[in-house]
Nanobody, 126 residues
Framework: VQLVESGGGLVHRGDSLRLSCATSGLAMRYYHMGWFRQAPGKEREGVSCISDADHETITTIDADSVKGRFTISRDDAKNTVYLEMNNLKPEDTAVYYC?????????????????RGKGTLVTVSS
């Protein structure tokens, strides 16, 4: 199983970025997916989670710090999950990690996710 994040980079305050997480080796539609981040010198934190696609309704959860600015989505035909980030702030600077778990995704449980990627760096300058 592999999760490979991409799309990070250096942007300015107020800019937008879209992160992608390409998965392989798992049937992604049966997995809850999440984005987590770790800023320099800080603990890793949950950003957004999206439920699996095996039910009629797909639900999402966002951290308070990104509500209204970030949107998580999934394309199971492409085995890819996305994080659309708008109105970026310097405090969004972090390494962003993708994770997958068949049982669920909780913003505070990065280490409980079955599979995790290696991350992509997002730097927001002021």
């Amino acid at each position: 199983v592999q999760l490979v994040e991409s799309g990070g980079g250096l942007v300015h305050r107020g800019d937008s970025l879209r992160l992608s997480c390409a998965t392989s080796g798992l049937a992604m539609r049966y997995y809850h997916m999440g984005w987590f981040r770790q800023a320099p010198g800080k603990e890793r934190e949950g950003v957004s989670c999206i439920s699996d696609a095996d039910h009629e309704t797909i639900t999402t959860i966002d951290a308070d710090s990104v509500k209204g600015r970030f949107t998580i989505s999934r394309d199971d035909a492409k085995n890819t999950v996305y994080l659309e980030m708008n109105n970026l702030k310097p405090e969004d600077t972090a390494v962003y990690y993708c994770a997958a778990d068949p049982e669920g995704c909780l913003l505070g449980n990065y280490h409980g996710m079955d599979y995790r990627g290696k991350g992509t760096l997002v730097t927001v300058s002021s």
